[in-house]
């Protein structure tokens, strides 16, 4: 089994984001998920940080480029245990972080045991600019209270679970021919993603913003062309979830 080591899909004198590595063990535990930071002029913002057993990993990885006082935010695309399971954990590590997430989650998330002691952000359904990252709505994508982040710096976009495989086998981190890899997102889109109405409200939010990297919390990252062939598949995509439920 693997240990992949954190790789910068964008950097330069004042600005990095990172994908915080991988041990392809964890995949024997629960479904791989990705992990990123944003480090701007020294501060901070963590994607996604994950569930419990990722932890250790993404907190030494993170710690490679940020020091934990510095960052500012947890940014959390929806509820889901492999997206927050380690919240409990971490906003201990991080303790001058703020917490950012859908408002529709503010009362569900103290049963993990954390007391986030004033530092909940509620992020209205509108969505909302946290420094220059852009809470984009992309609700019932799957969760009903569900964003993603578009970093306006380095112009990637983090999609959450849209862009999802569930890999029970070969891994990659880049995906490279597109056709071969949507054969392996279709049962996840088909069934999570709420409707397809689900997918043209998002498309509208998405109009001209000028992504350069699609970067998922499950699967493989999307660059160049294959932003532009990913966003046209999920067109293509007639039906999901409830237009395909009896
Ligand atoms: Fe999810
Ligand atoms: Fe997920």
Request: glycine letters at 6%; a negative charge.
């Amino acid at each position: 089994m693997k240990v992949h080591e954190p790789y910068v899909l964008f950097e330069d004198d004042k600005h990095k984001f990172i994908w915080l590595g991988l041990d392809e063990s964890e995949n024997e535990k629960g479904i791989l998920t990705n992990q990123y930071l944003i480090v701007h002029e020294n501060k901070g913002y963590l994607i996604d940080p994950g569930g419990y057993f990722v932890f250790e990993r993404v907190y030494n990885n993170m710690r490679k480029f940020v020091e934990p006082e510095n960052v500012v935010a947890i940014l959390y695309s929806h509820q889901d245990p492999d997206v927050i399971g380690s919240l409990n954990i971490i906003i201990d590590m991080v303790p001058n972080a703020k917490v950012y997430a859908s408002a529709l989650w503010e009362r569900f998330l103290p049963h993990l045991g954390v007391d986030f002691k004033g530092r909940f952000v509620d992020i209205p359904d509108e969505g909302m600019m946290i420094d220059f990252i852009k809470a984009v709505p992309a609700h019932f994508m799957h969760s009903p209270g569900n964003f993603h982040y578009y970093d306006t710096y380095a112009k990637i976009y983090f999609s959450g679970d849209l862009g999802a495989v569930a890999y029970r086998d070969k891994w990659y981190l880049i995906v490279e021919n597109f056709e071969e890899h949507a054969k392996l997102m279709e049962s996840f889109h088909r069934r999570y993603i709420a409707s397809r109405k689900a997918i043209d409200i998002w498309l509208k939010k998405i109009e001209g913003l000028d992504i350069r990297i699609i970067a998922p919390q499950h699967g493989s990252i999307f660059e160049g062309e294959n932003v532009k062939k990913f966003i046209n598949w999920l067109k293509s995509l007639d039906k999901t979830g409830l237009d395909l439920m009896e």
